[in-house]
């Protein structure tokens, strides 16, 4: 480029710079003479296309010329303060000082109303019936712990006095993790094998191992079934598991205790009864059932014309899962209870499927 085309850039520049009357005219001169893709950064790329000599006289031409750009550039600005400017992140990224407007009083309606607020998200059905049944529990002196949702085969069955030809240790009812081996006389190698737990009972394991009766511990978390999913059942869903370890407990406590929950939670006019039932891990067993809450007890479609509704199983610890962790079955006794959130929620708001749940429906979780 030669000296001409550099001369007449002077006087365009000082004649673009003397017509500007905004702030916004400003900005877009300096894009269009300092921006990245400006005329001055043309010029400076194309400097290395000149004979060697002409160089260094040409950069400093450039040089100059970006020095008087920038002086009629804060000139201008000095001169425009005071008037409205649009805020473009160009204008953040130069630093430039945008004044705010003078506005007078009468230019403003106090009177119209303000933004209204963004609707915030809440806390899920499901995690607000677990805090509700915790915290009933807390009440009577429970503690709150938690298990991991990947559990030693130990923990989760044997532990539990559950047996190795129980069914719920088969493949098709459990989420194993890895598999065991067969050795030369076709014999599965019982090795530590490890899974998704199938039900919260595996904290009740790890806590007595590691802490001394007397015990009153609450354990709610997520566990995993390989079941089909239809409107009662899914292969994931939560569980609230509780137990009380001491000498001298009975069942009698349990019932005092479940009693107490039971109308906390469905209101104090139902009614509780115990069936009789077998579970691995207590003895006696049994399932909790509360009169319905929908009919009173007198009958209908939702308890199946019985007049009652299972919600929960219990009953008092067995002595071998009390050798299992090292406790003396002579020296404690103690009760455990485990129930479905989803099937406490399910009742007490009269939700017909579990699915609703997981389904992220947000016309269905805003109800609640």
Not at 9 to 19: C, P, R, S, V
Not at 178 to 197: A, G, S
Not at 215 to 240: C, E, K, N, T
Request: charged share 25%; aromatic share 10%.
């Amino acid at each position: 480029m030669s000296n001409i085309n550099l001369e007449n850039l002077h006087n365009q520049i000082e004649q673009d710079f003397a017509g500007v009357s905004s702030p916004e005219a400003l900005e877009a001169l300096r894009v269009k003479y300092l921006g990245r893709k400006g005329i001055l950064a043309e010029l400076t790329a194309g400097i290395a296309n000149l004979p060697p000599n002409q160089r260094p006289q040409f950069g400093q031409q450039i040089n100059q010329i970006k020095q008087k750009v920038t002086q009629l550039f804060e000139e201008k600005k000095q001169g425009l303060k005071g008037k409205s400017v649009t805020v473009t992140p160009s204008t953040v990224q130069m630093g430039i000082d945008v004044p705010f407007p003078k506005v007078s009083v009468g230019d403003i309606d106090i009177t119209s109303p303000g933004e209204p607020p963004q609707k915030l998200g809440h806390r899920h059905l499901i995690t607000q019936v677990i805090e509700e049944i915790c915290d009933i529990f807390i009440r009577l002196g429970f503690v709150v712990a938690e298990g991991p949702e990947i559990e030693t085969e130990f923990n989760n069955f044997t532990a539990l006095n559950i047996p190795l030809e129980h069914p719920s240790r088969d493949m098709f009812d459990t989420f194993y993790l890895n598999t065991p081996k067969k050795n030369k006389n076709q014999e599965l190698q019982r090795k530590e094998r490890f899974l998704l737990r199938s039900h919260t009972s595996p904290a009740q394991i790890r806590v007595m191992k590691s802490r001394k009766p007397p015990l009153a511990i609450i354990v709610p978390g997520r566990v995993y079934r390989p079941d089909a999913v239809d409107a009662s059942h899914s292969f994931v869903f939560h569980q609230i598991e509780g137990f009380m370890v001491d000498q001298d407990i009975g069942f009698a406590d349990l019932k005092g205790i479940l009693q107490l929950f039971a109308k906390s939670v469905f209101g104090e006019d139902i009614n509780m009864r115990f069936r009789p039932h077998f579970f691995p891990f207590t003895e006696p067993s049994a399932e909790v059932d509360i009169s319905c809450i929908i009919c009173q007890g007198r009958g209908c479609s939702v308890c199946g014309r019985k007049g009652w509704l299972e919600i929960l199983g219990s009953g008092m610890i067995h002595p071998n899962v009390f050798q299992q962790v090292g406790y003396s079955p002579k020296k404690y006794t103690g009760f455990a209870f485990g129930m479905g959130v989803e099937r406490i929620a399910m009742l007490k708001y009269g939700i017909n499927d579990i699915r609703l749940f997981f389904e992220n429906d947000l016309r269905f979780l805003r109800q609640f």
